[in-house]
């Protein structure tokens, strides 16, 4: 009998071959593998090579193209920044260099080199520079087809003076677009208002909004209209403490744009008074210099129309002093002060034909009148639209 070891003995050993076959079958996976990792190498770089053969084209023309734009504009750009910082940037410059689709923006600091915005312009410069950047843009993109443009409180950090330019250059540079400006600011409200950049009956009002009824809008706010609302009901010291805060705001305007001289407070706690006296006082002086130069131009009609502003300003200046003693008692509470709506009617009356001497007689432009032309150079005493304009060039 063959033993059963003996029979496993005599087996043939393939543990040699069985070794090599699962070498090669390994070998030939990985080589696999190795094929297939060589054709996606090749396969993506050639994909990278035609990639950056188009993101390099790309670059190429963006930055032909905006290089292109950006020389145009640029120097329009520092011309309306200029234009809204005339008092402390005059010399203001800009470049603009495109970098991989991109704009790399450096501008003048005061002479003292060209720096990015953020650097060292205050964030009220640096959205002056956005606007103005907006507008010179849109410009020469969209040329005389620059019709229309939204602007959603873009001066929110923009100082008062610089507002006012603001309105200026919108006024003078862009007459035919029409703008849609938004804003909660009550000051940048009067300064589009006093620079006619805005009629009466081109401002909306929103007070809330519900979801059925949608936003409460109020058209055409003017100060008057609410003034007499009150009078009609009986409510006197309402429209007494609406006149007395539309006095101190519009006669700091008044006084800004006639280059009122008001003595300097460093605490800033100007008066009403301060504003009023500045704001008379120039006034005169400006019709008395429009009266020297029409006598020195020889031109009559126009002296006969100073003569005129000047009567009309004696009458209601007189008027509005008369009448200007209520507005403080009613203001604040006083036991005596209880003045009726027949009391406080002419106070109110004396005051708008105060502040109609000051405002244009169209009803298309109502802006305040000013002084146009650098100091000591002065040109004209003018509004907005040329119809009241007045030389005080002389001959």
Known sequence: MVRLADQVDALPDDSAAVEAASFLTMAQDRWN???????????????????????DTYCTVADQVLTSLYEEIQTEFSEFYRYINSDDEGTFMAELQPDAGKLDLEVDFYGQGMFPPAAYHSEGHQDGMGVCLYLALVKRLLGDEFRFAVLDDVVMSVDKNHRRQFCALLTSTFPEVQFIITTHDEVWVRQMQGSGLIGRNAQARFHG????????VQQGHDVWDAIAADLAAGEVSPAAAKLRRY????????????????????????????????????????????????????????????????????????AQQAESWAINPLVHYNEWANLSKADFQPVVEAWRLFFDLFKCSSPDCGSWIYVSGPPGQEEALRCACGTYSLNLLTR
Not at 36 to 52: F, G, L, P
Not at 209 to 216: M, Q, R, S
């Open 247 to 318: 006095l101190e705001a519009t006669l700091g305007d008044l006084a800004a744009g006639l280059r009122g001289q008001v003595t300097y407070k460093p605490e800033n706690n100007y008066e009403l008074g301060d504003f009023l006296s500045a704001t008379t006082g120039r006034h005169a002086s400006w019709l008395k210099k429009a009266s020297a130069s029409a006598n020195s131009w020889g031109n009559t009609a126009v002296k006969e129309q100073v003569e005129a502003l000047k009567e009309a300003r004696q009458q209601t200046v007189l």
């Open 209 to 216: 909004w519900t979801v059925d009824d949608g936003p409460h």
């Open 33 to 55: 593998r190795v094929c297939q990792a060589r054709a996606a190498q090749a396969k993506a770089v050639a994909t990278y090579d035609t990639a950056s053969a188009v993101y």
